[in-house]
């Protein structure tokens, strides 16, 4: 592994004072970066939340690798503490450690009564007591013991992000939680995992999104990232597409603008920095960054204190080229697209080597944190080359880990950062305002505190505050806000399905899905004025039909509409739901598009449990399980490939109908070795920034291993390869033979 950049070349990484690494930022005229907390009284933040006082809730993973070994990782050693601006002057002045035994703490968010975390392997409910200015640790509860099990530290889920529908979301995962009163009635589709004496949370399905953080926009929609692709964003609400239960389609996600980096020093110390791409070659950039390849937690901006130009955009830090990225997000037709804000740049940079930015909040005071881990090492050992820790050694990064952090302010520089009110304090009444505040912290704060208390008595102050707005984005907060009371009405909904912004009419057709069946004959009719307004106020109406009995006359019409559109099948077959016999018999007969009759006809094929399995000798059924296994666990697999072997955007490609799996040897040599884009799978074209790195150099993965992941890769979504047989250790012993001593990943013209 060659050093692209000779090591005399390569400034030092010394650890520097929050003064030195404030000097060491360069930030987009405008803006200015302050310090919030730092070291001794943050260490290693990697998710944050705010409660409803504008407190700071810190997951803090302190035994995330501390050398190239990661040695004493597995401590239960990390914390999940309390910060406080007790004076009001902008800088945290207190810290409580509400718990100091967490193993690699990733995920923390405010619920009522207390906080949920996550560490390793499951999800917490921990009751946070208050008295006389001290905070305490009350119950302490299992909610989920699989919320993170399995998996690469790397790609476990993470973040539980409140969407403006009242479920917590969470990247890397396919789940998805809601929070209800303990005599509610239990969602279609979910089940009820937990319950104390206040409240009880039930579990349901959801898309497969991202890696490593969330965001959400105004509207409710979406954004998440891989490690090698910045924010993605999701043109539909989520579950748009899952409303029909014989349907498994998956929710595209549109990349934001391009993925090219613009680092304010070089990045040698990158994993593929050896790599022929990864690194400018010459010129006045030599040895940066080319490309993104830690993207990390995504923000879309929705505060108030930037000018109104960067409101929503879309925000995306790569730790590895200590940098944030800033993108607009622009709405096109069926799809989310962006352009770099500062082409050729970064909203900030920093010269310092070990600013590792992994996560980006709204904050209460209308500017953006930045949760810096401040950490030499931010490459997991599961995946370290030989490369990148000698560059890690070289310039001693992995010395004083584990005892530094900071959280970063990035505020508009002529604007003052505002006063942080106390939500918790006030009564229900009084925060019916905040749901049209300018910062969005206000509005989500709010929303979730009227339906934690389920304050129905403020549906007519709601519906007021909606009479006298005609600004959307509250108008589309107060919807979900009456929905999250149980407060929706009909004259409500139909009033705003009229309205003229797209977002509010199709906001409010979402939330009258949850209308009682007297009021579904006029619900049914504004759904079909609705088809007939245009897309993509018709999607919406294709999609909330699932709630209605006879809709197929809304269907038909979206379809003759906006056959063509994006999403336009995929939205009526959600919408079916259990109708689609009926639906061919309302219309007289098949529908004439072979496409969307082909979709029909599938439902109820469910291709993600397509396997070879049953055809397999015994010793290979044993094989197959132990490769399920490690696909989904320490193998990581479904990282880049997903769940269900499918691939995922700007990460890795199907599996489905590949003939890289088809090949024994070739298949067993990039498990070994690796693959770089780029590549075709049948006839789709996958070319992404990440490069799959091998196993040969892994000692927690073994041959055995490597057999078994072989197997259950050929024999599932589909693949038939060894009906009677499997993959054996021995096929892996004899390709490691014949490949010894490589180092770079293979490509496709290695194999022509």
Request: glycine fraction near 10%.
């Amino acid at each position: 592994m060659r050093d692209v950049i000779p090591r005399h070349e390569i400034p030092g990484a010394p650890i520097l004072t929050v003064a030195q690494a404030l000097e060491a930022f360069q930030v987009q005229k405008g803006f200015v970066v302050e310090p919030v907390v730092s070291e001794p009284d943050v260490f290693n933040p990697v998710a944050m939340a705010f409660d409803a006082s504008g407190r700071m809730w810190v997951a803090e993973m302190t035994t995330y690798m501390p050398d190239v070994h990661g040695s004493g990782e597995m401590k239960p050693d990390g914390n999940i503490a309390l910060l406080e601006d007790t004076d009001g002057d902008g800088a945290v002045d207190r810290r409580t450690v509400l718990l100091d035994n967490v193993l690699l703490p990733r995920t923390v968010a405010v619920v009522d009564g207390g906080i949920f975390y996550a560490d390793h392997e499951s999800l917490y409910f921990a009751e946070v007591l208050e008295a006389d200015g001290q905070v305490r640790l009350g119950r302490h509860d299992v909610v989920d013991p699989t919320y993170a099990s399995g998996g690469n530290v790397e790609h476990k889920p993470n973040t539980m992000l409140y969407g403006i529908d009242g479920w917590y979301y969470n990247a890397k995962s396919d789940r998805r939680y809601r929070v209800l009163p303990l005599g509610a009635e239990v969602p279609a589709g979910a089940e009820e995992i937990y319950r104390n004496t206040d409240w009880k949370v039930v579990r349901a399905g959801t898309d497969y999104r991202g890696q490593w953080g969330l965001s959400m926009d105004d509207y409710g929609r979406l954004y998440h990232n891989g490690n090698s692709s910045p924010i993605h964003g999701e043109y539909l609400l989520p579950g748009a597409l899952l409303k029909n239960p014989g349907y498994w389609p998956d929710m595209p996600a549109h990349p934001i603008g391009d993925n090219f980096v613009f680092p304010a020093r070089i990045n040698p110390g990158v994993n593929r920095g050896y790599l022929e791409g990864t690194l400018v070659a010459d010129g006045p950039d030599r040895g940066k960054l080319v490309s993104f390849t830690a993207a990390s937690g995504s923000l879309v901006y929705r505060g108030s204190n930037f000018p109104a130009a960067y409101y929503g955009m879309g925000l995306t830090p790569e730790p590895a080229a200590n940098l944030v990225s800033a993108r607009r997000i622009i709405e096109a037709n069926g799809e989310l697209r962006g352009e770099a804000l500062f082409p050729g740049q970064e909203l900030l940079a920093s010269t310092d080597e070990r600013f590792r930015p992994v996560n980006l909040y709204n904050a209460p005071d209308g500017t953006v944190y930045i949760l810096d881990m401040y950490h030499g090492i931010i490459q997991h050992r599961d995946f370290l080359t030989r490369y990148l820790a000698d560059q890690i050694r070289d310039r001693e990064l992995d010395h004083g880990n584990n005892t530094m952090g900071r959280v970063y302010r990035l505020r508009w520089a002529e604007n003052r950062a505002a006063p942080v009110p106390d939500l918790d304090a006030l009564d229900s009444a009084s925060l019916v305002p905040y749901l049209a505040h300018a910062n969005a912290w206000q509005r989500d704060t709010a929303r979730r505190l009227l339906v934690e208390r389920q304050a129905s008595s403020v549906a007519n102050a709601i519906r007021a505050l909606m009479a006298g707005s005609d600004h959307s984005v509250a108008l589309v907060n107060a919807l979900w806000t009456l929905h999250g009371l149980g407060a929706v009405d009909i004259d409500t909904v139909r009033r705003y399905m009229r309205d003229a912004d797209h977002h509010v009419a199709m906001a409010a057709a979402a939330v009258g899905e949850a209308l009682p069946a007297s009021d579904h004959a006029a619900y049914h009719q504004s759904l079909r004025a609705m088809a007939n307004a245009g897309y993509p106020r018709a999607l919406q109406a294709a999609v909330s039909v699932a709630a209605i009995d006879g809709g197929a006359d809304v269907s038909r019409l979206v379809l003759d509409a906006h056959i063509d559109r994006p999403y336009t099948r995929e939205a009526v077959v959600s919408g079916l739901g259990d109708d689609a016999a009926a639906f061919v018999e309302a219309i007289g007969g098949a529908y004439p598009d072979p496409v969307f009759m082909d979709m029909l006809d599938r439902l109820g094929e469910n291709r993600q449990q397509a396997s070879n399995r049953d055809r397999l000798s015994p010793a290979g059924q044993r094989r197959y399980d132990r490769g399920q296994a490690l696909y989904a666990g320490q193998g990581a697999c479904a990282g880049c490939h997903g769940p269900h072997g499918n691939g995922m955007p700007g990460l890795g490609p199907t599996f489905w109908d590949s003939g890289w799996v088809y090949d024994r040897d070739r298949l067993v040599r990039v498990l070994l070795h690796g693959l770089a884009g780029p590549i075709w799978v049948g006839q789709d074209f996958w070319n992404t920034a990440a490069v799959m790195p091998g196993y040969a150099t892994n000692d927690a993965i073994s041959d055995e291993d490597l057999a078994a992941m072989a197997t259950y890769i050929r024999n599932s979504w589909g693949n038939a390869m060894d009906s009677g047989d499997a993959v054996t250790e021995s096929d892996i012993e004899k390709v490691r033979a014949q490949t010894q001593g490589r180092v770079e990943p293979f490509r496709a013209t290695d194999f022509e």
